[in-house]
């Protein structure tokens, strides 16, 4: 069973402060994906990230895949208000009987206070 | 562009009660489609998924059941409701074999 461990659980922080939060297993996916989940909606996909070592941002979100594909970290720069919520990262396994499910992690929900 | 769609948004059910939640997807033709719960805004567990019509695979063992009557349509149901069945149900369309995923708008239940 692939497992994914996401840190912090929770975190509050100020408005304007940097954060990193992080996704980590001992299993190697194809590619890997952060949602972000406000309350009473469903997730909402920020990125998809495929190759090792890979790196992308999405305005003050960096994204960034392992090299080895089996973690991968968020880092938010000058954190706003509007970030508030749960992030979700979630791994695709290659192929075989479990190739069409995604394994999620249990999320980190973030606060941010203006 | 892909939307899937899952009513009702909220429900409030006596135990012991049935239960049927839908969804739907437009825009796209043999979609893999999932159920999750998520307890207390936490990880999502899977509970069932589907790749084409009367195709079910459970991966928890419990007191729902799913069906897929349709391509882009996938029912998650209950013949009695337990108290611990409450929770946010999320119906998913997942791109290909186990890329991306797209979600409905989710289903408060409260099972009292």
């Known amino acids: 069973t692939q497992l994914l461990e996401q840190s912090p659980q929770f975190l509050s922080i100020q408005e304007g402060e940097n954060l990193t939060v992080y996704c980590n297993s001992s299993?190697?996916?194809?590619?890997l994906q952060w949602y972000r989940q406000e309350p009473g909606e469903g997730p909402v996909l920020l990125v998809t990230?495929?190759?090792?070592?890979e790196v992308k941002k999405l305005k003050r979100l960096t994204f960034q895949f392992g090299d080895a594909r089996k973690d991968s970290s968020l880092h938010i720069t000058a954190a706003q208000p509007g970030d508030t919520g749960l992030y979700l990262c979630?791994?695709?396994?290659?192929?075989?009987?479990?190739?069409?499910?995604?394994?999620f992690g249990k999320g980190t929900k973030l606060s941010v206070i203006p | 562009s892909q939307t899937i769609h899952q009513w009702p948004a909220t429900l409030v059910q006596p135990v012991g009660s049935p239960l049927s939640l839908e969804c739907t997807v437009e825009?796209?033709?043999?979609?893999?489609l999932y159920w999750y719960r998520q307890a207390a805004g936490r990880g999502l567990q899977l509970l069932f998924y589907?790749?084409?019509?009367?195709?079910i695979s459970s991966e928890v063992p419990q007191n729902l059941s799913a069906s897929r009557p349709q391509d882009r349509q996938f029912i998650l149901s209950s013949k009695k409701l337990l108290l611990s069945d409450s929770g946010f149900y999320l119906c998913?369309?997942?791109?290909?074999?186990?890329?991306?995923?797209?979600f409905g708008q989710g289903t408060r239940l409260t099972v009292v």
């Open positions: 998913a369309w997942i791109r290909g074999r186990g890329t991306e995923a797209f």
């Open positions: 299993s190697v996916f194809s590619s």
């Open positions: 990230v495929v190759t090792g070592g």
């Open positions: 979630a791994g695709a396994p290659y192929s075989g009987a479990g190739s069409y499910q995604l394994t």
């Open positions: 825009g796209t033709s043999n979609p893999n």
């Open positions: 589907s790749v084409g019509i009367g195709q």
